[in-house]
């Protein structure tokens, strides 16, 4: 694996490391929740992703499994934050940038990731 490969794979699982952090840190009456079969299908998109070698592909069908799983806001949140990690590594940036705008748009988007 090349050193740029490395430095993005470790960028993208740290990234979604904080995300989780983040959510779990919250109190439980505070933050929404994520529906149980969003949950898994971004489990295992993150399980794909950090396969030797990264499995790319197999880590956007399971974002896209869970888009369509996806019974909220903040499920399908979740998810686009989620996709914008693996569009970009997938060579996506199209998909990367409609991920990111569509997290933007959220309505479910916590007001600590909206720029003031």
């Known amino acids: ?5 490395s430095r993005v794979l470790l960028a993208a699982v740290l990234m979604a490391g904080t995300a989780m952090a983040a959510l779990l840190a919250t109190p439980a009456g505070a933050a929404p929740t994520l529906s149980i079969s969003v949950g898994n299908d971004l489990q295992d998109a993150q399980k794909a992703a950090s396969k030797k ?6 880590a956007a069908a399971a974002v896209a499994k869970a888009k369509t799983d996806a019974k909220t ?26 991920a990111a705008q569509a997290a933007a748009d959220s309505p479910a988007q916590p007001d600590t990731d909206k720029f003031n």
């Open 1 to 5: 694996m090349t050193t740029k490969s």
């Open 53 to 58: 070698p990264p499995d790319f592909v197999a």
């Open 73 to 98: 806001d903040f499920d399908n949140y979740t998810v686009d934050r989620v996709a914008i990690s693996v569009a970009f590594n997938n060579n996506d940036q199209a998909g990367a940038a409609a």
